[in-house]
């Protein structure tokens, strides 16, 4: 029993006061973290106060934007305007109607007054319009206010027609001062330009602010290159005007921004002009945050002021902050449990320490192993590019024993374009490029006692240690015969090419010695038609008397027959030609040349009358000749092949991606859709439907001549609908 009590230790002052020391720790990290906690939490109340000003700031740069993107709105749609006398050299009141009548702007922008042009007219012009306009019957023009001036802008379309709108026509906006710097600026720089605030002319009480937005247009559509050039082309000025009330209306409203309290400034020049003010019932508090931007709109300043609501409003997260305070200390508490769980899990982490330092060593073996009995050769290398060490498999590959490999440089080994690469200068290039990643390369390899081979190299970065400079992993893989029978195989590639290549040639050189056969052949028929045709017709003039009624109706049988062939020599040389023809491309405007068939050939029969759809806006890039061509042999197909039908009708459109030529005529066969598009292969009769049996073939020609493809199908007594594409086909507009 003795013995055992002085076996057990016995616990020094410095063992018992060890747990003293953890509480006192304990007590320090609850008294560093409550005074940590009163610190964040007046850092989390500044934060909070910043994050509110940083989202009230970016609400007003959104609402200086939305305005900023509304006048560009507004300036879209005056170019539409100036577009319209793009196409057209001045249109007319209706055709202005139309255009406005479609922009729907008292739907799409409320504060928008209208949309109108003003002339530009220089003083002895001003009787000339006025008696052009009223000669045009578009009533009388009244320009006001009298007086004689050098130049007059009158205001001559405004839409739409309200009737303050129909009271502004004629008022010369040249002869105020606000309006007219902004026309000058615009006609002299090209660009839009925006007027100071002005009194509207259809608002003379000046309930609202008015602004306007003026667009030059030039004569010829193309803006001169100097001012005084532009002033000489002048022809006049789109311009929209508007009340600012109404256009941060359409701004604020979709957004529920109509809290916010702003004004809106003109600073262009030395003093600030008004323009807009919104107010809340909340004006009369103190705002939390202030911030202004500045806005430059064609050619005028605008300066934007914001306040904010007061600080409970415009920081409402700050009542929050009371629970974070009580979160914090709770916090505390637990860092105070944190400070005595870490005694405990330090000799847990030093027991997982231990585990690491194994799993570390393992894994160096494995790495180890993995190098020295693989089959690639792989190679260790210091920061200068030195062999530090090398596997069997490379010292197999190189022919040297791996000892002797050992403090060599890497790059000794290889040589670019028979000559062996400047060790110093390749080594520490690829130990820099070892830091960027793997990278790949093919080099010659010298081989001890042998021919050159050509390696692969793949380079990868390695983690150096204090104890070794190791930079990188190198492997190394033999690929000689593997690029030798890819050389072989290029070879043959370019064999085999040059063989396509020189059957490509012999195959075009026969298409076009055939086409010019068929040419050729087709010009020597016309000479013995025109001899049969013309002793035929000889014959029938005098001789008719000698010859019976069979003779007469033989020998018109046989004039026939050469017109007919006449005729087929005539489709067969225009079908030669539409081979034959240079490939002009440029934009056409498929919808109008099919109008303008279908006029023509409304035009050659008059007395039948078809139904005929076109779809508008298709746009394609082609040949305008061919092109024209197709739609002459598809369109005209379609109206021959209605006759006979109760309520004829011919379409023209576009499915997909296909363009389409539909009717509801004779149709065809659908198992006979093959012999649609051979030369002289017809599936009606002669007698009931005319014809040569080559325009389809010819719309073939032309369609794969621009690349795309055609394919029909029909049903008889049902109609046919032919499709076709052409790559280089533009979206619908």
């Known amino acids: ?26 007590l320090v990290v609850l008294l560093a973290s409550v005074g940590s906690v009163f610190a964040l939490w007046r850092m989390a109340y500044e934060r909070e106060l910043r994050v509110a000003e940083a989202a009230f700031v970016a609400r007003t740069e959104e609402v200086a934007e939305l305005i900023r993107q ?13 577009s319209l006398f793009a196409s057209v050299e001045r249109p007319t009141p209706q055709q202005w109607y139309g255009y406005v009548e479609g922009m729907e702007l008292s739907r799409r922008f409320p504060g928008m007054v209208g949309l109108g042009f003003a002339g530009y007219l220089r003083g002895s012009r001003v009787g000339d319009l006025q008696e052009e306009w009223s000669n045009a019957g578009w009533g009388t023009l009244n320009v006001r206010p009298e007086g004689e001036r050098e130049n007059y802008g009158p205001i001559l379309y405004l839409e739409p027609r309200t009737a303050e709108n129909v009271a502004a026509i ?27 605030p002005v009194h509207l002319v259809q608002d003379p009480l000046a309930r609202s602010t008015g602004l306007l937005l003026y667009l030059p247009v030039y004569r010829g559509d193309i803006r001169p290159v100097t001012p005084q050039a532009r002033r000489e082309a002048m022809l006049g ?47 009369s508090q103190v705002p939390a945050f202030r911030h202004h931007t500045e806005l430059d709109l064609h050619g005028r300043r605008w300066r934007v002021e914001f306040d904010s609501p007061p600080v409970a409003a415009a920081a409402p997260r700050l009542k929050n902050l009371q629970s974070t305070l009580a979160v914090g200390l709770f916090a505390s508490l637990l860092m105070y449990a944190i400070a005595w769980m870490l005694a405990r899990t330090e000799s847990r982490a030093h027991a997982i320490a231990v585990r690491m330092t194994g799993d570390y060593r393992r894994s160096e073996q494995r ?40 403090g060599a440089g890497f790059h000794t080994l290889f040589e670019d374009d028979g000559e062996t690469s400047p060790v110093t200068t390749d080594t520490r290039q690829a130990m820099k490029d070892l830091g960027e990643g793997v990278r790949r390369e093919t080099r010659r390899l010298h081989r001890q006692g042998g021919e050159p081979r050509h390696a692969q190299l793949t380079y990868a970065p390695l983690p150096s240690s204090v104890e070794q400079d190791i930079a990188g992993l190198v492997q190394v893989e033999d690929v000689t015969e593997r690029l030798r029978a890819e050389a072989r195989v290029h070879a ?62 033989y020998l018109e049988r046989v004039r026939n027959a050469a017109g007919r062939m006449g005729e087929l020599i005539d489709a067969l040389l225009k079908m030669s030609r539409v081979g034959r023809s240079p490939l002009n491309r440029e934009r056409v405007d ?37 092109l024209r061509s197709l739609l002459v042999n598809l369109l005209g197909n379609a109206w021959k092949f209605t006759r006979g039908v109760d309520h004829p009708r011919v379409e023209f459109g576009r499915e997909g991606d296909e363009f389409i030529v539909r009717d509801n005529g004779a149709g065809f066969a659908q198992e006979y859709v093959d012999k649609l598009f051979r030369p002289f292969q017809r599936l009606h009769d002669q007698t009931d439907f005319a014809g040569h049996g080559i325009g389809l073939a ?35 507009v």
């Open 237 to 283: 000025w789109v311009y929209m005007p508007f009340k600012l009330e109404q256009l941060v209306g359409e701004v604020l409203a979709p957004r529920e921004q109509r809290d916010a309290r702003f004004r809106i400034y003109d600073v262009s020049g030395d003093d600030a002009a008004l323009l807009y003010t919104a107010s809340t019932e909340a004006d």
């Open 590 to 626: 498929l919808s109008r040349m099919a109008h303008e068939v279908i006029d023509e050939l409304r035009a050659g029969d008059r007395e039948y009358h078809v139904e005929a759809v076109v779809e508008p806006g298709l746009l394609v890039e082609g040949d305008p000749t061919l």
């Open 70 to 82: 509304q006048l560009v709105n507004y300036e879209l749609v005056g170019g539409g305007g100036t």
């Open 170 to 196: 004629g008022f010369d906006m040249f002869s105020e001062p606000t309006r007219r710097e902004a026309m000058l600026r615009s006609m002299e720089t090209g660009e839009p330009a925006l007027s100071g």
């Open 1 to 26: 029993m003795h013995d055992q009590h002085r076996a057990q230790p016995t616990q020094t002052p410095a063992r018992r006061l060890r747990p003293l020391r953890g509480h006192l720790w304990a």
């Open 698 to 732: 010819s719309v073939k020609r032309i369609v794969e001549r621009h690349g795309g493809s055609i394919r029909a199908a029909g049903r008889e007594g049902q109609g046919a609908t032919f499709y076709f594409t052409l790559p280089g086909a533009v979206e619908s």
């Open 367 to 406: 790495f180890r192993t993995a190098m020295e009995y693989s089959a690639i050769g792989k190679v260790l290398l210091d920061s200068d590019g030195a062999i530090v060490e090398a596997n069997k498999a490379f010292s197999t590959i190189v022919g040297r024993t791996p000892e002797a490999l050992v």
């Open 492 to 553: 043959l590639n370019r064999t085999l090419e040059a063989r396509v290549a020189l059957r490509t040639r012999e195959l075009s050189q026969a298409n076009q010695e055939l086409e010019a056969f068929a040419y050729s052949v087709s010009h020597d028929l016309r000479a013995p038609l025109r001899a049969i045709d013309g002793f035929s017709k000889v014959l029938a003039e005098r001789y008719a008397g000698s010859l019976d009624e069979a003779g007469l109706g």
